[in-house]
């Protein structure tokens, strides 16, 4: 029996998924994120070590055709460095010895389409847009990290809700629904307390993206701020995937285009916006959802050995 191995390393939560040689999910395992900023490396390299091994579930397997999808790995040094940690940790080294470390967009796309023109626009924790046509071009947009770029994420709603909260606090903006939400869920009392809780620690891109889920609550509540939070992120995405359409050509072609990531789920509003506003441009445009995991789609990317 052969065994194929796909990982969706992402800034929350790291999946580790083993599939036979009929593609059955045979293990599947969970840790922690693995972008190095946040974890650092050892930390990083651990939560990959034990998302693989709670999916191998005992199974002594060495050598593994593998797919390793990883948020943050954007340029060739990002990936030799991947390599190099990967070849120190004693276990990672027999278990997949030649490890195929890819951006988590080829795994997000594979989750939801097979189609040779195809887009996959992510926004979960971070964002990015990912695009092939059927030239085998390839073109990407959005990932800088949290400091350049993750417009539309998670991470920047949730920025933006801290940033509005504090306007309204200190007089130089209205006031918002969210700063009630936010107060309740730390019970928090004043601008103070919130300072504190959040440079105490301080937080950090993934604790900056757990609050983003907020905006929908104040949303459906109708307020003002919230709304136009949502517009901007979907604005946004809206520009990150124009800018692929037009590297590929692909504005008059039929295309289809993955949403994946949290936001997406969180924000119900924000993909029908969004849609709405993209087929305007390219009418030709499908949309879609994964149909399975980052993970899956990885370990399908191995079986079907698309290097």
């Given at each position: ?29 969970q840790a922690a ?63 997949i010895s030649k ?40 073109a990407r947009c ?166």
């Amino acid at each position: 029996m052969r065994y194929f191995l796909g990982v969706d390393g992402g800034g929350t939560k790291t999946e580790a998924v083993l599939i036979d040689q009929s593609k059955k999910v045979v293990g599947r395992g969970q840790a922690a994120g693995i972008l190095v900023p946040i974890y650092g490396w050892q930390e990083a390299v651990n939560n990959l070590y034990l998302a693989i091994n709670t999916a191998l579930s005992r199974k002594k397997l060495q050598n593994l055709p593998n797919c390793l999808a990883m948020a943050g790995v954007n340029i060739s040094k990002d990936n030799h460095d991947w390599q190099l940690a990967i070849k120190n940790h004693p276990f990672l080294l027999s278990t997949i010895s030649k490890p195929w470390i890819a951006n988590d967009t080829l795994a997000a796309l594979r989750s939801g389409t097979t189609d040779k023109n195809a887009i996959v626009i992510i926004a979960g924790t971070g964002s990015n847009c990912f695009g092939r046509n059927e030239k085998n071009q390839e073109a990407r947009c959005g990932d800088a990290g949290h400091i350049l770029g993750d417009d539309g994420s998670a991470y920047n709603i949730g920025l933006s809700i801290l940033r509005n909260i504090v306007r309204a606090l200190d007089g130089r903006g209205p006031d918002t629904i969210l700063k009630d939400l936010l107060f309740e869920k730390f019970q928090l009392g004043s601008l103070e307390d919130l300072v504190d809780l959040v440079y105490e620690k301080p937080w950090n891109k993934v604790d900056i993206a757990q609050i983003a889920p907020l905006a929908k609550v104040a949303v459906d509540k109708d307020d003002k701020i919230a709304i136009q939070i949502i517009q901007k992120a979907t604005d946004d995405l809206e520009e990150m995937i124009k800018a692929v359409v037009t590297k590929l050509d692909l504005v008059q072609k039929p295309y289809t285009i993955v949403t994946a990531g949290s936001v997406f789920k969180i924000q119900k509003i924000l993909r029908a916006r969004l849609e709405k506003e993209v087929k305007k441009i390219t009418p030709n445009v499908k949309f879609v959802k994964p149909s399975m995991s980052s993970a899956e789609a990885a370990a399908s990317l191995a079986f079907e050995g698309k290097f």
